[in-house]
């Protein structure tokens, strides 16, 4: 299983809602990732889990609140958000540093914020 | 600042051309670097990747160049097929998780 199983794949909220993103992989992979990307755009780094703690918190506003509840699992829960925030949220995981091995991308989760 | 670019965002080739798509880098502290291919709906996919201590390597039908001299990175795709069409991003690693990408060019590939 090569994987990276994001839910949901489409997702829309209002601004006083609160949500959360989901990202599953069982490749046995210690480091997992959020990042934002915005239309025509790059993915932008948003947070950083390795063996299950915070590692980077790339400066994010506190209304996207990540979670890694255990090696496989990560949630990215939203609230008041803006509808700036409206992107493709990425889910990703490796092996052990991103700049080591190889990245697996969920497909994201298109996030409309109305 | 650090900063990873591309001088062209949009290519379109012939199939069964060779495709070559350019990536210029300022951090010289960059040790490794990546390819993605993005497609249309989903994430990015890892093509390949280089080190610094290299300046060519090759995967199937895809090779990546490195030269640290100015700096530039490039993905040459041998006999580009419709199914190469996508959004190709560079991006360099300094160490550690942080993964900076580039703008990103999009691939167009006429039958």
Redesign the interface.
Known sequence: DTEVTQTPKHLVMGMTNKKSLKCEQHMGHRAMYWYKQKAKKPPELMFVYSYEKLSINESVPSRFSPECPNSSLLNLHLHALQPEDSALYLCASSQEELGSTEAFFGQGTRLTVV | GESVGLHLPTLSVQEGDNSIINCAYSNSAS??F?WYKQES??????II?IRSNMDKRQGQRVTVLLNKTVKHLSLQIAATQPGDSAVY?CAE????????????TRLFVKA
């Open positions: 040790d490794y990546i709906g989903k994430g990015p996919q890892f990747d991003f690693n300094t160490g550690g998780f942080k993964t900076i990408f580039g703008a990103g």
